[in-house]
T-cell receptor, first 111, second 114 residues
Framework: QKEVEQNSGPLSVPEGAIASLNCTYS??????FFWYRQYSGKSPELIMF????GDKEDGRFTAQLNKASQYVSLLIRDSQPSDSATYLC???????????FGRGTSLIVHP | SAVISQKPSRDICQRGTSLTIQCQVD?????MFWYRQQPGQSLTLIAT?????????ESGFVIDKFPISRPNLTFSTLTVSNMSPEDSSIYLC???????????FGPGTRLTVL
């Protein structure tokens, strides 16, 4: 059973702070990792993906991957109230075309 | 990216009836998926819609309850049959990019079963 775990939150951070969202996965063969953002009442939309160990930066977002620890995280710098949403982690195992989604972490950025 | 539309956007149905949800994509895609998302929960894959063959269902989902059609590379339907209140959920269609594994999601169909 492939599992992807996320703390459901809510994670509450003040505007301008760094929000750190975490995701662990059970399948050591996992090869690609995606972060989606889902606003209330809307569909998920991709923020970024990461394949290799280390950090990947895109604007205010940084994805961090540690395959040895089976851990992927998303950092949001200079958090804005518009970042308030649920963030879903999705993990692809090797050879699979179907991702396993975590339950999502609810982020609240308060002014 | 792909632009996906779904119809209906929402519906309220009576127990025991069936509802067919349509998904239309603006480009030809190989992989189309149907998900269910219940309130406060993550996405649960129902099935992969295959063009020209039967859909591939995930554990816990069966064709009799969720028949799927995929007549071409841009269109699919999901039917929720013999509905019960437990079927109340958001149903999402998605497609996968050829370039990488990114999934694009439709706007969803919010179903309420009374």
């Amino acid at each position: 059973q492939k599992e992807v775990e996320q703390n459901s939150g809510p994670l509450s951070v003040p505007e301008g702070a760094i929000a750190s969202l975490n995701c662990t996965y059970s399948d050591r063969g996992s090869q690609s990792f995606f972060w989606y953002r889902q606003y209330s009442g809307k569909s998920p939309e991709l923020i970024m993906f990461i394949y290799s160990n280390g950090d990947k930066e895109d604007g205010r977002f940084t994805a961090q991957l540690n395959k040895a620890s089976q851990y992927v995280s998303l950092l949001i710098r200079d958090s804005q109230p518009s970042d308030s949403a649920t963030y879903l982690c999705a993990v692809y195992s090797g050879g699979s075309y179907i991702p396993t989604f975590g339950r999502g972490t609810s982020l609240i950025v308060h002014p | 990216s792909a632009v996906i539309s779904q119809k209906p956007s929402r519906d309220i149905c009576q127990r025991g009836t069936s509802l067919t949800i349509q998904c239309q994509v603006d480009s030809q895609v190989t992989m189309m998926f149907w998900y269910r998302q219940q309130p406060g929960q993550s996405l649960t894959l129902i099935a992969t819609a295959n063009q020209g063959s039967e859909a591939t269902y995930e554990s816990g989902f069966v064709i009799d309850k969720f028949p799927i059609s995929r007549p071409n590379l841009t269109f699919s339907t999901l039917t929720v049959s013999n509905m019960s209140p437990e079927d109340s959920s958001i149903y999402l269609c998605s497609v996968e990019s050829y370039r990488d594994n990114e999934q694009f999601f439709g706007p969803g169909t919010r179903l309420t079963v009374l």
